[in-house]
């Protein structure tokens, strides 16, 4: 009688936690994964074509050798801050986006003092890497909007009662999300 009694309690138990959230938990925690894969992919794709920008600059004469250098560095920084999905704490996505902060800022550097060579400006090669590397970054802006979406419905979840009980019992934490670099609220002083 007494095992039947704690196969009894055992099965409620069981039935209970499936009504928790955890299932749902672990669907939201996957999603936020998946949609990190999306981000992490789509600043490849900058990385990837950042060389064949490069290598097409470095085909003007006389271009800054400094600039070139800078953006390469930048690459190889950004391209080694690599976070597990399973380790997407506040503190580590600040880190990945202050690495590829580094980068974009390079490439405007870049970009900037191409102006002052119009036989690039004329390539077909480079003008089809800049229109491309243009659209990876709308590209990255998206992903990035959709990760925080998925980010927040995955915190407002763990954390919302009762289910914020069965999160903690099962190391569901919260996750980061991507903010606004440093002076992105200001805007740029443009001079004629």
């Known amino acids: 009688m007494k095992r039947l ?3 009894l309690i055992g099965f409620v138990m069981i039935s209970s936690l499936s009504s928790c959230g955890y299932n749902t938990m672990v669907q939201k925690d996957e999603t936020v994964e998946s949609q990190w894969a999306n981000v992490q992919n789509a600043y490849q794709r900058r990385a990837d074509l950042i060389p064949n920008l490069v290598n097409t600059v470095k085909g003007a004469a006389n271009f800054e ?3 070139l250098t800078a953006v390469i560095e930048a690459r190889a920084k950004a391209t080694s801050v690599n976070i597990s999905p399973d380790n997407l704490t506040p503190e580590n996505i600040e880190r990945f986006q202050q690495a590829q902060g580094e ?3 390079a490439l405007s550097r870049l970009l900037v003092s191409v102006e002052r060579y119009p036989e690039l400006k004329a390539n077909q090669n480079f003008l089809e890497l800049q229109a491309q590397l243009e659209g990876t970054e709308n590209r990255i802006a998206v992903e990035r909007r959709k990760f925080n979406e998925t980010v927040q419905d995955y915190n407002s979840y763990i954390r ?3 289910r914020n009980l069965i999160a903690g019992m099962f190391d ?5 999300y991507f903010e606004a670099e440093a002076g992105a609220q200001q805007a740029p002083t443009v001079e004629f």
Not at 172 to 176: L, V, W
């Open 5 to 7: 009694f704690f196969y």
């Open 65 to 67: 050798q400094e600039t």
């Open 103 to 105: 980068l974009s800022g």
């Open 160 to 162: 919302s009662f009762p």
């Open 172 to 176: 569901f934490e919260r996750k980061g």
